[in-house]
């Protein structure tokens, strides 16, 4: 019963402590995570009510998010909000054990799925773009990328440098809300990073969360410092302020190969994100709001260029790969045949975890003390004592990551495992170790959430690429078994067009009902991931499956 919550445009700071305003820890946690989505440490562009993602947002208009605010205030413990692209458009009666929010954010029919209408819906207020997390209320900031990054570079240095990029050169582009992982899961790995940004007040923010150590004007210079460090065996990080191309083009000048190579700049998004070379920030940003059509045909040579400069300097011998932005298919749109001639991190590195029902699993302290997170850790080290690459994992995430935001903890947990972790923080939380509810979630970006055929579902093995009814199965198994809050997205991660993607967010209350709810939804969530590889042929997803005596119908046992 405190007074309601004033909402005025900029960042925002998400209730914290064992209290509630709410009628439900549930709807409480929706409201706590919607508004922590846009904390100063957390949103990218908090004033527009953009968390990350280029133009990913949180809701559609300041007084769309303030209307969400006050009715998950008053919602009931047995009604359901729903929520369309940002704006809050019903509740109604459902049930205690419902979902206390349903949300749906950019989708469109499939003839019209594409950027030019959806941005003529956006500009009439009737749309807004989700991104993946950004939408659906459950982003962490740069960590909920992290131990994905760290993973893939970590899969490429086992691959190639011996199991360490101990004096290896890892280069990239794009220092924003995800990219910015990539200069400290690079540094994690023990390899030496340059990575190019357009925008220094986004590099800074990478100084200033300790993701990123140095920052340079001068290409050369910077080129110099990483090559040092690289020599010495330094794992240093430095991000430059430049064009990605201008980084790769002076390379090949100067005759320097990368070992790793890749790319996180919002090329997605030709007009929104992606910044054309041969021009200043400055001038880009006049030019994407006087004539945004000359804008995005720019943006499309650079990003051809781009990926030619990516394919010769895989020739040469960078270990070279897409970082799920779309940058090839965008390529090859405007004309580069070959734009897919280097592959996309998922088929490359990520899919055999996916077979086994894991994927970016995530969880937020609602009461804003770390000292929950640190229980957390600790419960996920003795549930899972024989997993070394997890207990390294947790040691240098204590270490290491700068909270943004409510404290949270990202850790790449599969079938089975995700449940046994919900339980046990719901235990924690009933027993007082843990001073207020913990809630759940995950990315879209997992293993039965998303039809992304340039990204998670690239090259699946049956063709089924572009087959969208399983995240619709997933969201709808979540919805079923109760989660917190669901959501249904379209154009996360690749843009308009290109991908379908569900997500789900449960709460550790403490209760016996949070623990049912935990074991249905933590178990049947990564199931479908599981099943959705089953169904295309993976033999790690077969033996996943038998072993964990699944109900697959025509799984042959
Ligand atoms: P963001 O919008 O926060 O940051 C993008 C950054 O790229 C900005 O800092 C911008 O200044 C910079 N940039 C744009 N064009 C550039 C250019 N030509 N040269 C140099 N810098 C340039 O986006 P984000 O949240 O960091 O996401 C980056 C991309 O990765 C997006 O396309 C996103 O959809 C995708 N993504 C990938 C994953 C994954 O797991 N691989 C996850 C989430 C998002």
Redesign the pocket.
């Known amino acids: 019963t405190s007074a309601p919550l004033q909402i005025t445009p900029g960042p925002q700071v998400a209730p914290r402590g064992p209290e509630r305003r709410c009628k439900t820890w549930k709807a409480e946690a929706a409201l706590r995570m919607l508004l922590n989505n846009l904390d100063a440490e957390v949103a990218?562009d908090p004033g527009n009510l953009v968390v990350?993602?280029?133009?990913?947002k949180a809701a559609r208009t300041w007084d769309d998010l303030r209307a969400i605010v006050r009715t998950l205030e008053r919602l009931e413990a047995d009604e359901t909000l729903l929520v369309q692209s940002g704006r809050p458009v019903g509740v109604f009666k459902t049930t205690e054990f419902a979902p206390r929010v349903l949300i749906a954010n950019s989708n469109l029919v499939g003839h019209w799925a594409n950027w030019a209408h959806f941005r003529e819906l956006e500009e009439a207020g009737k749309m807004m773009y989700g991104?993946?997390t950004a939408g659906s209320w459950i982003y962490i900031g740069t960590q909920g990328?992290l131990q994905?990054?760290y993973e893939t570079f970590a899969a490429s240095a086992a691959k190639h440098f011996g199991g360490s990029l101990d004096g290896r050169l890892v280069v990239t582009?794009?220092?924003?809300?995800?990219?910015?992982a990539q200069p400290l899961a690079a540094t994690m790995n023990g390899g030496t990073c340059i990575a190019?940004?357009?925008?220094p007040a986004?590099?800074q923010m990478r100084l200033d969360t300790r993701y990123c150590d140095e920052l340079s004007h001068d290409l050369d210079a910077a080129i110099d410092r990483a090559l040092e460090w690289k020599d010495a065996k330094v794992a240093k990080s430095i991000g430059v302020v430049?064009?990605?191309?201008d980084?790769l083009q002076r390379l090949i000048e100067r005759g320097i190969t990368p070992d790793v190579l890749t790319d996180?700049?919002?090329?997605?998004?030709p007009i929104g994100?992606?910044?054309?070379?041969g021009m200043s920030?400055e001038q880009a940003l006049a030019l994407r709001a006087s004539d945004p059509a000359e804008y995005e045909r720019r943006s499309y040579a650079?990003m051809v260029r781009?990926c030619e400069l990516m394919i010769e300097l895989q020739a040469k011998g960078a270990d070279t790969f897409d970082?799920?932005?779309?940058l090839r298919g965008h390529a090859k749109e405007a004309g580069l045949a070959n734009a897919f001639d280097f592959e996309g991190?998922v088929p490359k590195y990520v899919r055999p975890l996916f077979c086994e029902g894991k994927g970016p699993f995530r969880w937020a302290a609602l009461s804003g003390d770390p000292a929950d997170i640190a229980v957390t850790d600790r419960i996920v080290k003795e549930l899972f004592p024989e997993d070394k690459a997890l207990l390294r994992w947790l040691d240098m995430a204590a270490e290491r990551i700068q909270f943004q935001g409510l404290p949270a903890r990202i850790c790449w947990l599969g079938y089975g495992d995700r449940a046994k972790a919900g339980l046990a923080f719901n235990e924690a939380v009933r027993r007082g170790e843990i001073s207020a509810p913990i809630v759940i979630g995950r990315?879209h970006?997992d293993c039965g959430s998303v039809a992304s055929p340039n990204?998670e579902t690239e090259a699946m093995k049956d063709g089924t690429d572009a087959v969208s009814d399983w995240p619709i199965l997933n969201a709808m198994l979540n919805v079923a078994s109760g989660a917190a809050w669901v959501s249904f997205h379209h154009g996360?991660?690749?843009?308009i067009g290109y991908s379908l993607h569900s997500g789900q967010v449960s709460v550790a209350d403490g209760t016996d009902e949070a623990a049912q709810a935990l074991e249905r939804v933590l178990t049947n969530d990564p199931g479908t991931g599981v099943m959705r590889h089953v169904d295309a042929g993976y033999e790690i997803a077969e033996n996943c499956a038998r072993a964990k005596g699944m109900d697959l119908p025509l799984l042959e046992s």
């Open positions: 990218e990350y993602g280029g133009t990913g991104q993946m990328i994905g990054t582009a794009g220092l924003g809300g995800m990219g910015g190019a940004d357009v925008d986004r590099i430049c064009n990605a191309v980084l996180q700049t919002s090329a997605h998004d994100g992606y910044v054309p070379s920030l650079t781009h970082y799920g932005n779309n991190f990315d970006l990204r996360g991660g690749v843009g």
